[in-house]
């Protein structure tokens, strides 16, 4: 018997009985379209990281007080170890040839309200800089300038998820003024959207003068960060260890391995965010392999009682002169034949699905 006559065959078989032909398909389907679907969702969440990280500015690092982990292992000192001083030093060193641009930033949470309006809101103590190295875009408005710090101008720059809860009636919120820790702010800038979601949300922040938040906000005179932008990405670590034997020798620190601060490269944190969205990527696709593997074992045990049904249909073919290994190939191919259809179908729902998402 010719193949094409099996395949024929093999359709006509199939379609006698559509119901138990569709709920064999139905488990490829199902394992096909979970895979494609739980892929694209983890890769999809791994580009949507790797996006917002390098968001937040090029050729960056940060320079965190606590102590170095070593090993994987270590335990975070006091975090009053950077100051105001190390990033003047950092801006203005000789030794320091790789950097461009230094940002000191101080952080912290507070409650800002305006009228019946409330939230809770990280508030960042930036100067002019902060902007530049972290790729500040305005939607209205200015940032904060190096007169408003001078000056201690209580003014302030809003993200938009801020202007939703406190301005929910909408227009523009440059010029109007909110109270932050009851003190009255004016608001002179509304950045971008840049999205994201939790305590990393760019869009849910305010801005306000570097030594108004040190002095009169947040009450510390130490910084949370320093914020580097380096001049190209060839000079990354040029500037990291830089910076690095830099601040130990302000620090009187001779072991780098007791240095009471971090560096941290954007690449480093990219680095972290990609091997752990992979690790959540490679889950998801277990999971969905295993309703594949249900998929075939169900086109197994149908191909099976199918042979038991049709054991008349068997014993006459070999009366009639059928060899073995022409009725295993009808079998197989109609098992072929359930497993490309299923696969198609969940392909095409896979993908329509994910082009909707």
């Known amino acids: 018997m010719l193949y094409t006559e099996i395949v024929t065959e093999a359709l006509g078989t199939l379609t006698i009985n559509k119901l138990r032909t569709g709920l064999a398909a139905l488990g490829i389907v199902i394992g096909i379209g979970s895979v494609i679907t739980l892929v694209s969702l983890g890769q999809a969440t791994q580009q949507s ?145 840049k999205g994201g979601s939790g305590f990393g949300n760019q869009d849910n922040v305010v801005y306000v003068p570097l030594s108004v938040a040190q002095e009169q906000l947040l009450g510390q005179p130490y910084l949370s960060d320093i914020s580097l932008e380096a001049k190209s990405s060839e000079t990354m670590t040029q500037a990291q260890n830089e910076v690095g034997y830099l601040l130990l020798a302000r620090h009187k620190l001779s072991d780098p391995t007791k240095a009471d601060f971090r560096i941290q490269s954007q690449a480093d944190i990219l680095s972290a965010a990609t091997s752990t969205t992979g690790t959540f990527t490679s889950l998801l696709a277990g999971i969905a392999a295993i309703s594949l593997l249900v998929g075939g074992i169900g086109i197994m045990n149908i191909m099976l009682v199918t042979v038991t049904e049709r054991t008349r249909e068997i014993g006459l073919r070999k009366a009639l002169g059928a060899k073995k290994k022409t009725i295993v190939t009808q079998f197989l191919i109609e098992s072929i034949i359930l497993t490309f259809v299923g696969g198609v179908i969940g392909m095409v729902i896979g993908c329509w699905r994910n082009f909707n998402n």
């Open 49 to 193: 990281i790797q996006s917002r990280i390098q968001s937040l500015g090029a050729n960056l690092l940060t320079v965190s007080p606590g102590a170095q982990r070593q090993g994987g292992v270590g335990s975070a000192t006091s975090d009053t170890t950077l100051t105001s001083a190390d990033a003047e030093a950092i801006q203005t060193s000789a030794q320091i040839t790789s950097v461009a641009t230094v940002s000191p930033e101080v952080d912290g949470r507070v409650q800002v309200t305006t009228g019946k309006n409330n939230s809770n809101i990280r508030v960042n103590g930036v100067l002019p800089q902060y902007a530049e190295v972290h790729k500040v875009t305005l939607d209205s408005g200015v940032f904060i300038t190096a007169e408003d710090n001078n000056s201690r101008r209580k003014v302030v720059v809003i993200g938009p998820q801020v202007e939703a809860d406190l301005f929910p009636d909408g227009g523009d919120p440059v010029g109007k003024t909110i109270r932050i820790k009851g003190t009255s702010f004016q608001v002179v800038g509304l950045t971008a959207t």
